[in-house]
């Protein structure tokens, strides 16, 4: 994501993006993947917290 960007949006915890009761499934799924995988996550929920606000 560009600085600019990221400077301008609002900071939006992992609860408000996925909900409270998923971010433990998540950061649990998290120690199995791959590389690949995390940066494709991060992607994602750079996307989400783009739409939500």
Same mark, same amino acid.
């Given at each position: 994501m560009n600085e600019q960007l990221m400077q301008e949006a609002p900071m939006v915890t992992l609860s408000e993006l996925v909900g409270d009761a998923n971010v433990r499934e998540l950061l649990d799924n998290m120690q199995a993947m791959t590389r690949q @995988? +995390?940066?494709d996550l991060m992607d994602s +929920? @750079?996307? +989400?917290a783009l739409h939500a606000y």
């Open positions: @995988e +995390l940066e +929920l @750079e996307v +989400l």
